[in-house]
């Protein structure tokens, strides 16, 4: 992958902040799921959201299978950082990036799963459990999902999300791997 090239596109879209890391560097904790589990609201709803994307082992090891990865970030400023449903519903155009993003390293030849902040708002009712995703190909498992403690990578890296005010900071995570080129 030519990072120069990817960061020269990078440097075109309304990120707040990106960092390249080794996904050896996540840090997964059950305690992160347990916050999905008693409160959020798409808890069991949804194919982005546990226990459709299962155990923290489970994810913890599709992870790593993946040896690299790029953190990034985007602001939005909210009426009232207190009301989560509000502050949510900000989220597409963070969404947007991460797609644009993935499509940037796919483009490089890279093998992407993209974490983001979904909890899946792509159909009116989710398939699960009844069926299989509509739109896999679209869709961003939420990095709280995993487990995956994003604000210690952040810190790690010097990322700044604690603006204050009624400023929301959206994380992604573009976990990657080279593709073999057909001989």
Excluded at 6 to 32: G, H, K, M, Y
Aim: hydrophobic share 40%; aromatic share 8%.
């Amino acid at each position: 992958m030519n990072r120069a090239a990817v960061e020269a596109q990078l440097a075109e879209l309304p990120l707040a902040e990106f960092v390249w890391f080794e996904t050896a560097e996540l840090e997964f904790s059950e305690r992160i799921r347990t916050v999905c589990r008693e409160n959020c609201p798409r808890y069991n709803k949804t194919w982005a959201c546990p226990p459709a994307v299962g155990s923290v082992e489970a994810c913890r090891a599709r992870c790593l299978s993946y040896p690299q990865g790029l953190l990034i970030t985007s602001l939005t400023e909210v009426a009232d950082i207190a009301d989560t449903e509000a502050a949510l519903a900000t989220r597409g155009p963070h969404e947007e990036l991460t797609r644009q993003v993935s499509a940037i390293l796919r483009a490089q030849g890279t093998e992407v799963y993209g974490l983001s902040t979904e909890s899946c708002a792509i159909c009116a009712h989710c398939a699960w459990p009844d069926g299989p995703c509509r739109h896999p190909d679209r869709m961003f498992p939420c990095v709280e999902s995993h487990g995956i403690v994003v604000t210690a990578l952040a810190e790690r890296h010097g990322i700044e999300f604690q603006y204050g005010g009624n400023v929301v900071t959206w994380f992604s995570l573009l976990l990657y791997r080279e593709t073999p080129d057909p001989a």
